[in-house]
């Protein structure tokens, strides 16, 4: 069944909204990128929560003209104005008052989204049986989608992308260091309105499928997955773009092949388990890779410390110092040093008077600020510079007993 | 309108608000200082799979599971972020974002996967409440505020409500001097031996607990307005923070006697049949208090107060 609905088999409605739930989440995983790295995320928390009004008086107004009131197209229009509006609230409270941006995110947010329930109430009111599901907005609905829908959706989507493609410098130098953006003309504050225009338009055109409250996960989560593999700007907005992708074919997949599987959860909930395998498993930041690389470390100090110790003659107690030196064929289980072992620690203990030459002389100021207790010498220096510091340190002075 | 139609009617619903309204105000004020105002945002959100989950264990729809399981869910939802942001080295924000929404789809899906047709939950409820619908039947007038047989009727989330506002505010008054310290100087509140992390911890504990429980009486969206829009419009009043507790206080009161009052009769002034959703219209009216907060307010901008340079 999976197979079947991942191969787009199951019919008409669902191929249509597995297209519509990919493109979605191309542009919204592309979009969001700018966002997260403005660390911006949660603006669009505010901005999706502000088109409920919009929606609800789009609503009002096409049935006070007569028409049917649940045109795709209009009740974008109208979501598109009140995000905008909501947007400006948002943009003057930060910049006119003294209130922090997450305050006037979650202000706005409540506000408006009380404003569109009030509004949803009034409509409930207004003429019993015609609001017929306004408020699959929320969450999302995907049983009804029209041709014409998805392709309002594409258009969309369509049109993000290429006007990503189009202001992707500018964005990233503003997301980056708006100082030097704007030092350099960069017009940053037109820059952020369009960066907002761009989340907006994503909103809008998600509303359909995943529903104005789920849509902040679309724009946040494949960013942040995305940032786990790699540290270039120009990946993570492509890599942000297809975990997008990923997230929202699956997910409309899987939910088309079960009944009760509503889609916009669905979706989420992929994106969701795309970030946390990266989390874990992502090379160089993932969870996984910090904890190799943490136990390697903590293998070194301990098999440097336990060389030291046998070079000075010392007892061994740690546990984890004598186990590794014994695996490593360097000490027997009751501390001595094998012949192997004398040798790495004599040459351990010689390469720390090295330091300590190198540490003290300035003309070797650039190599003495590399070191860490566990460099090599051999590393940072020549062969040359080595033999000179050899020179000055003099011949085996004998170990003390 | 008289007392016996107001107290059976209108005076319970118009006390929970103005209690929930008041509960969330409190520790919003800290919390919008902190810069941890969509705390509230992010808890509202995570209650949802919490309730979920306790009706699919206990199988009812009983009060002491749901709010357990909202406030696991709360916690839980605090440790993940915390969690993400750490290991994952993401900003406080994104790793919010991820988190509120993902578990928000999980309660989402657990719903419509479980048989809850039969039994009153849904994503609407649990977005704006149904504040219109605690009356009080017993009531046949004020006098029936001193009859023991009739207040044994009061709806439950009456009194719960009022006990999570006593808790609030006697944690606020408890923890006043190291919570004002840790907020604005948190390195001289841990110099001074305030466990400041522990403290934070705790704040957000409180705040989750007003937040459940208001969840639970008027749904998460006036649990977001009323942890921002009451605080942000006082702190544009005053610089001082008790100051600024007052005037939040009075705003959430203001918002929510106000707000209900319009929702219940501005439509019929307007010639209009049916009230609209009490708890939109206190989040709205709450919307237009910071408005007015934001444009004629003495300490509205960052410089700080007129007159002090």
């Known amino acids: ?401 | 309108m008289s007392g016996a139609e107001f107290v059976p009617l209108s005076l319970p619903p118009l006390l929970i608000g103005i209690f929930a309204a008041v509960a969330c105000a409190l520790p919003g004020n800290f919390l919008l200082l902190r810069r941890q105002a969509l705390i509230g945002d992010a808890i509202s959100h995570v209650v949802l799979p919490g309730i979920v989950v306790a009706f699919l264990v206990t199988g009812v729809i009983s009060t002491w599971p749901m709010m357990l399981g909202a406030a696991g869910a709360a916690v839980l939802a605090v440790v993940l972020i915390e969690a993400i942001r750490r290991l994952g080295r993401i900003e406080p924000g994104a790793a919010m974002g991820v988190v509120f929404t993902s578990m928000f789809a999980a309660g989402v899906l657990l719903l419509e996967q479980s048989d809850t047709s039969s039994v009153h939950l849904d994503v609407e409820h649990a977005l704006y409440g149904n504040l219109e619908s605690l009356i009080w039947l017993d009531a046949t007038g004020w006098a029936s505020l001193w009859d023991i047989e009739a207040l044994r009727y009061l709806p439950p989330e009456l009194p719960r409500m009022a006990a999570t506002l006593v808790v609030v505010a006697l944690f606020t008054a408890f923890f006043w001097r190291p919570l004002k310290l840790s907020t604005f100087d948190e390195g001289f509140a841990r110099t001074l031996g305030i466990r400041t992390g522990a403290l934070g911890m705790a704040l957000v504990i409180v705040a989750a607990v007003a937040a459940v429980a208001a969840f639970d009486a008027v749904g998460s969206i006036i649990v977001i307005a009323m942890f921002i829009c009451p605080p942000a419009a006082a702190r544009l009043m005053t610089n001082r923070l008790e100051r600024q507790i007052g005037w939040s206080v009075l705003f959430a009161v203001l918002a929510a006697v106000l707000g209900y009052v319009l929702a219940g009769y501005g439509p019929l002034w307007l010639g209009g049949r049916d009230a609209v959703s009490a708890a939109g219209m206190i989040a709205t009216v709450s919307g237009v208090i910071l408005a007015l907060a934001a444009l004629f307010g003495p300490c509205r901008t960052r410089v700080g107060a007129p007159g002090q340079g």
């Open chain 1, 1 to 401: 069944m999976i197979a079947d609905a991942l191969l787009l088999q199951l019919g008409y409605n669902a191929t249509l909204v597995a297209i519509g739930a990919t493109l979605l989440g191309i542009a919204a995983g592309s979009t969001g990128t700018f966002l997260f790295l403005r660390k911006r995320a949660l603006v669009s928390d505010a901005i999706s929560h502000a088109t409920l009004p919009g929606v609800g008086l789009a609503f009002i107004v096409m049935v006070w003209m007569g028409g049917d009131g649940r045109s795709l197209f209009g009740l974008m229009a109208g979501s598109a104005l009140s995000a905008g509006i909501g947007l400006l609230c948002l943009n003057w409270l930060t910049r006119h008052t003294r209130l922090a941006e997450d305050a006037a995110i979650g202000a706005v947010l409540s506000v408006f989204f009380g404003i569109g329930i009030v509004l949803l109430t009034v409509i409930q009111t207004l003429g019993a049986g015609r609001q017929a599901g306004l408020e699959s907005f929320l969450l999302g609905s995907t049983a009804g989608m029209l041709r014409a829908d998805a392709a309002v959706i594409a258009l969309g989507g369509a049109l993000v992308l290429t006007l990503i493609l189009a202001l992707r410098r500018p964005m990233t130098l503003v997301a980056f260091d708006p100082e030097y953006a704007m030092a350099r003309g960069v017009p940053v504050a037109r820059i952020d309105l369009a960066m907002m225009g761009l989340v907006m338009a994503v909103t809008v055109v998600g509303l359909k499928i995943v529903g104005l409250i789920l849509i902040v996960a679309l724009l946040i989560i494949p960013a942040v997955t995305a940032r786990f593999w790699t540290d270039r700007s120009d990946r993570v907005v492509l890599l942000a773009g297809l975990f997008g992708g990923l997230a929202g074919y699956v997910g409309a997949a899987i939910s088309a092949s079960a009944p009760n599987l509503p889609t916009g959860p669905i979706i989420v909930l992929v994106g969701f388990a795309l970030f946390a395998a990266s989390l874990l498993l992502a090379p160089g930041r993932g969870v996984l890779a910090a904890v190799l690389r943490h136990l390697r470390f903590q293998r070194r100090v301990h098999l440097r410390q336990g060389l030291l110790a046998l070079a000075q003659g010392q007892p061994i107690y740690e546990r984890l110092t004598l186990r590794l030196l014994r695996r490593a064929g360097l000490a027997r289980a009751d501390g001595i040093a094998t012949e192997r072992g004398r040798a790495r620690a004599a040459k351990a203990l010689r390469d720390e008077k090295r330091w300590e030459v190198v540490r003290a002389d300035l003309a070797f100021e650039a190599a003495a600020a590399l070191y860490d207790g566990l460099r090599e010498i051999e590393t940072v220096l020549t062969r040359d510079q080595i033999a000179e510091i050899d020179a000055r340190l003099g011949g085996p002075k004998g170990v003390p007993a």
